[in-house]
């Protein structure tokens, strides 16, 4: 028999061995204590970028009152538990995830990878937490499900291709051609702003707006302009300067000019080529004929132009030199000179060289892809293909090869141009202009006017 002092001795050693044991957590949890759960969430496209998924669209119609956006498919979630284990899945066509784990298993961590390139994380919302996530309760981790979120943020993430939303009556910006000769055109709108819907038709109660547009610059301001742009970042519209045939410029007759428009009004941003002369003739043969801006048309000043998503810099395309130019722009708009960059645009560039001659390429458009991808527009004008002995002809006619006449659209990143889109514009009939007139077919581009001035056409 033992004693009990050797009793209350050995007792306290086993009590003291367990306790160790415990403290240095070698005894697991009790199988009780664990059960079964799933977790999951909801990837979706936030396109309004306010951290909720479900829209309000009822100044459509009612029944698009509560409207889910859309799930994003493709995004791999990867869960890591307290073990260290990890659990991988892939949002389906609905954008939902889920793992099948155990309550012993928390805290966990989620991270969510793979959204496609140009695309950000969404803001945090009601609706949507990070791409990165610590889950520390399984009872806020439930399974997925359809319809509104039922717990909020956790689980749930957004993504936002950036350019890709409108608000719901979103303001227009374009730009008005004037005649040239007309004196009093000068404090004539020439950049206007108007609300998705508006119009005048006289009455009270048909308008959005008491007035069609609101002028934000006029043609004795900027001249005549066609590309515009606004930037998000700080609400101002910048505009090109625009060649165009009985138009004028703007007061520095320079066509390569970008004015930029904010609320103290129009100013000069930047001035693409310096270099650059006015082509019109207006003030000395007439506006009505402006003879010596004919062949300068799409082919001197500026084409197009475009932010980037992010704000952070202007693209425009040199007509005259063929480039396309990227202008940086400084945290308060204005340009930043140093870091212009040109690229040119020639057959060879393109990729286009073995079916368009080296001066018919000429690049005018720009874009943005919903991926953030730059996209610049280019036809084949065939020009090269008429002889000044085809001038000129007494009724319309096909001059030169149209055989030869394409347009594209081309991916631009890393310097070069990828083609995405080919139109051969010979098969691509414009249809009939008049039931009297011809067929309106695209034809090679001209010099000067092809017809007798007696002609009506002209």
Not at 102 to 111: E, G, K, M, S
Not at 146 to 160: K, Y
Not at 176 to 186: K, P, R, Y
Not at 242 to 259: A, C, D, E, Q, S
């Amino acid at each position: 028999m033992f004693s009990r002092a050797y009793e209350n001795s050995a007792a306290r050693s086993l009590l003291a061995l367990i306790v160790g044991i415990v403290g240095l957590g070698v005894i697991p949890a009790s199988p009780a204590s664990a059960a079964p759960t799933t977790c999951g969430g909801v990837v979706f496209q936030d396109y309004d970028a306010d951290g909720e998924r479900t829209e309000d669209y009822s100044y459509i119609s009612a029944e698009y009152a509560a409207v889910d956006d859309a799930g994003v498919e493709g995004l791999t979630v990867t869960v890591t538990d307290a073990q260290g284990d990890v659990f991988v899945d892939v949002t389906d066509s609905d954008g939902v995830w889920s793992v099948d784990l155990d309550t012993a298993d928390f805290p966990i961590r989620v991270d969510m990878t793979g959204y496609p390139a140009g695309w950000t994380p969404g803001p945090v919302g009601a609706d949507s937490a990070t791409l990165n996530q610590f889950i520390t309760n399984p009872a806020d981790c439930t399974a997925p499900f359809d319809g509104p979120l039922a717990v909020g943020a956790v689980g749930n993430a957004s993504i936002s291709a950036p350019g890709s939303f409108c608000e719901n009556r979103p303001d227009f910006v374009t730009s008005c051609f004037l005649f040239g000769s007309v004196a009093t055109h000068d404090d004539e709108p020439a950049v206007v702003s108007l609300i998705d819907g508006a119009i005048d038709d006289g009455s009270d109660g048909g308008s959005f707006q008491v007035d069609p547009y609101t002028t934000l610059a006029t043609l004795g301001e900027v001249g005549t302009v066609y590309g515009v742009d606004t930037r998000p970042q700080d609400g101002a519209t910048y505009v090109a300067s625009f060649v165009k045939r009985h138009t004028r410029l703007g007061p520095n007759g320079n066509p390569t000019t970008i004015y930029r428009i904010d609320a103290s009004g129009p100013s000069v941003w930047h001035i693409v080529d310096p270099t650059a002369v006015d082509p019109h003739s207006g003030a000395t043969d007439g506006w009505l004929n402006d003879d010596d801006a004919f062949d300068d048309v799409g082919r001197e000043g500026l084409g197009d132009i475009e932010i980037s998503p992010d704000g952070n810099t202007l693209y425009t395309v040199d007509l005259g030199n063929r480039q396309l130019v990227e202008i940086p722009i400084n945290a308060d708009g204005s340009a930043n000179t140093s870091g212009i960059s040109r690229t040119n645009i020639t057959a060879a560039a393109l990729g286009v060289d073995a079916t368009c001659a080296a001066g018919d390429v000429r690049p005018f458009g720009l874009g943005f892809s919903e991926n953030g991808e730059l996209l610049v527009g280019a036809v084949c004008s065939a020009e090269s293909t008429v002889a000044a002995v085809d001038y000129p002809v007494a009724s319309p006619g096909f001059i030169g090869d149209k055989s030869e006449l394409d347009a594209w659209v081309f991916t631009f990143a890393g310097g070069s141009f990828s083609n995405r889109i080919d139109v051969p514009l010979p098969t691509t009939s414009r249809g009939q202009q008049s039931a009297t007139s011809f067929t309106a077919d695209w034809r090679p581009w001209v010099t000067q006017s092809p017809y007798q001035q007696t002609f009506s056409g002209y």
